[in-house]
């Protein structure tokens, strides 16, 4: 199965802050990689696929990158209701396998 | 506004059986491949089963292959997971989810909203 690490597995930031989260892959996965964002007691929501590519309704605050197996999630401007659990997918190979998540919280 | 809405969880005895449902609306649903997706308590996210739009193909994570079988009614929007031979260790919230399209092995766009599968004697 391809390994998804992410970084940090945590993250404490202030409100208007720009923050990246990493996702390392095993493997190549050419550009097969989503991100998504979980709040407490909610289900996961879909942001990004296609490494950079936007969900209908997602703000372009979040946008998303690689180079090589590397990819990022940044999010700009930082406002409370983005305090919240990201991961990353990558859906290259079967299985389809997530990242341990990165939580991200209000410093 | 695409609609998933999972049901069927609850306690259950180790070894026994459960079958989860999944009812979609808002959406052709016998257009989409769906997926089942689970996490533990505290956990992260693992992915379960895949299933076309017709019933076959279906994929399996290894943790799951031979126990757990993954179906659905398009005529009841409805996508369903059979359970046997549970373990402790499938305690988890149980999301179907709705796979965008077919490029690679597939990501989802839209959860529901979960049901819980409790295994313990």
């Known amino acids: 199965d391809i390994q998804m690490t992410q970084s940090p597995s945590s993250l404490s930031a202030s409100v208007g802050d720009t923050v990246t989260i990493t996702c390392r892959a095993s493997?190549?996965?050419?550009?097969?990689l989503a991100w998504f964002q979980q709040k407490p007691g909610q289900a996961p929501k879909s942001l990004i696929y296609?490494?950079?590519s936007l969900q209908n309704g997602v703000p372009s605050k979040f946008s998303g990158s690689a180079s090589g197996t590397d990819f990022t999630l940044t999010i700009s401007s930082l406002q409370p209701e983005d305090f919240a659990t990201y991961y990353c997918?990558?859906?290259?190979?079967?299985?389809?396998?997530f990242g341990q998540g990165t939580k991200l919280e209000i410093k | 506004q695409v609609q998933l809405v999972e049901s069927g969880g609850g306690l259950v005895k180790p070894g026994g059986s459960l079958r989860l449902s999944c009812a979609a609306s808002?959406?052709?649903?016998?257009?989409?491949?769906m997926s089942w997706i689970r996490q533990a308590p505290g956990g992260g996210l693992e992915w379960l089963s895949h299933?076309?739009?017709?019933?076959?193909?279906?994929q399996y994570a290894d943790s799951v292959k031979g126990r757990f079988t993954i179906s659905r009614d398009n005529a009841k929007n409805s996508l369903y997971l059979q359970m046997n031979s549970l373990r402790a260790e499938d305690t988890a919230v149980y999301y179907c989810?709705?796979?965008?399209?077919?490029?690679?092995?597939?990501?989802?766009?839209?959860w529901g909203q979960g049901t819980l599968v409790t295994v313990s004697s």
């Open positions: 808002a959406f052709t649903f016998s257009d989409y491949y």
């Open positions: 997918q990558q859906y290259h190979t079967y299985p389809p396998t």
């Open positions: 299933i076309s739009t017709s019933g076959s193909p279906t």
């Open positions: 493997q190549g996965i050419t550009n097969y």
């Open positions: 296609a490494t950079s």
């Open positions: 989810a709705r796979v965008r399209d077919t490029h690679g092995s597939g990501t989802n766009d839209y």
